[in-house]
């Protein structure tokens, strides 16, 4: 019987979260149970700690970027050995039998688990998982680093490599959040002609540095239009929150070009059809990637310098009541400082301090 381990809970609707005590089981069949080293804040993750959704069975832990230590394996683990160094993302694991499983394409799964919503997150000392879930983390990457791959990294990897953009071609990423950030890493070391989008000019800078060609201030002109200006897109990666800049946003595509949805609100688009055909336009949305794909997700950040920029602060106090694993915050704009944890954490979700505008 493992030891028992304190977890992040919400144990009512719009609730406090806080630090509890929980005995843990040994996993069993095809699960894993994974000691945390380090977790993301994600934009979903503050969803899920909010616990107001229909269904929702108390108590919650919420993290679904999660890098640590594979622990204790159930009696049908195959493939792994304690002490494996793993991170888990936003794919928690399928049924492995349905047609999209069969051909590969396991994020669709019908029956897809979700940390955090089909089971304990990993805002915890420890998770347990289904071995479906679990991505080999390279030598290199350190947990704090690893951690974001599973969601943010993998995310912004496929959506920019799987869009078909020709060699050289010109990328642009709308939003420099946690995902645009990464995308607009990706999209310059991937050898695109790399233009970051987002609001205000103090932000140039951090785009440069992360990689980018050029900068649009959406703040001081309609982005697409000075995507046009640049001699247009043949790709645009949307990161932010919001669907209402999309409709201007397409007026910046070169003819063929395509318009990836990543980050989005409940809002609709509106498109205007004669334009979409005229052009060869494609709009269409990109969820996140299979355990396989952050593996090359992550690889290619060693390779390349890919990195999620944020701190790594220690947890706060000690004792039983501590929560041991730093999360991971991208100090970034949209993105939560810092980590953080116990009392702070509790405080700071209760009050939604954080202006989230990206799909994390």
Same mark, same amino acid.
């Given at each position: 019987m493992p030891d028992p381990a304190v977890t992040m809970v919400v144990t009512e609707p719009g /609730? #406090? @979260?806080h630090p509890s005590v929980a005995e843990m089981a %040994? #996993? !069993?069949?095809t699960w894993v149970r994974v000691a945390v080293e380090a977790s993301g804040v994600c934009n979903a993750d503050i969803a899920t700690a909010a616990a107001t959704g229909k269904g929702t069975s108390f108590p919650v832990t919420p993290g679904h970027e999660v890098a640590g230590v594979v622990a204790e394996l159930g009696d049908r683990v195959e493939g792994w050995a304690v002490g494996d160094r793993v991170a888990v993302g936003w794919f928690g694991g399928s049924c492995g039998h349905c047609a999209f499983c069969r051909t590969g394409d396991v994020v669709h799964c019908p029956d897809r688990k979700v940390p955090g @919503? %089909?089971?304990a997150g990993g805002w915890a000392q420890t998770v347990t998982v289904p071995a479906d879930a679990l991505a080999r983390i390279p030598d290199g990457l350190d947990p704090f680093d690893a951690a974001p791959f599973g969601c943010a990294g993998v995310t912004t990897f496929n959506a920019v490599?799987?869009? /078909? !953009?020709r060699a050289g071609g010109r990328v642009a990423v709308f939003g420099l959040g946690g995902l645009g950030h990464l995308a607009v890493q990706y999209a310059a070391r991937l050898g695109y002609e790399t233009i970051a989008v987002a609001r205000g000019g103090d932000r140039e800078k *951090?785009?440069?540095? *992360?990689g980018a060609h050029h900068y649009? &201030? %959406? &703040? +001081?002109?309609? #982005? /697409? +239009?000075?995507l046009r200006e640049l001699g247009g897109a043949d790709l645009i990666v949307h990161t932010a929150s919001t669907t209402a800049p999309v409709t201007e946003l397409l007026t910046g595509l070169n003819v063929h070009g395509r318009l990836t949805l990543v980050g989005v609100d409940a809002g609709s688009v509106t498109v205007p059809a004669a334009r979409l055909v005229m052009n060869g336009h494609t709009l269409t949305g990109h969820l996140t990637g299979s355990p396989r794909e952050t593996e090359e997700a992550m690889r290619f950040a060693v390779t390349h310098g890919v990195r999620a920029h944020g701190r790594a602060d220690a947890a706060a106090g000690g004792g039983r009541g501590a929560h041991p694993a730093a999360f991971r915050s991208p100090a970034l704009p949209y993105r939560p400082g810092r980590r953080l944890t116990g009392a702070e954490t509790r405080d700071r979700i209760d009050g939604h301090p954080w202006e989230m505008r990206n799909r994390l």
């Open positions: /609730g #406090p @979260l %040994s #996993p !069993t069949g @919503l %089909s089971y490599r799987k869009a /078909g !953009t *951090l785009a440069r540095e *992360l649009v &201030d %959406s &703040d +001081a002109r309609p #982005p /697409g +239009a000075a």
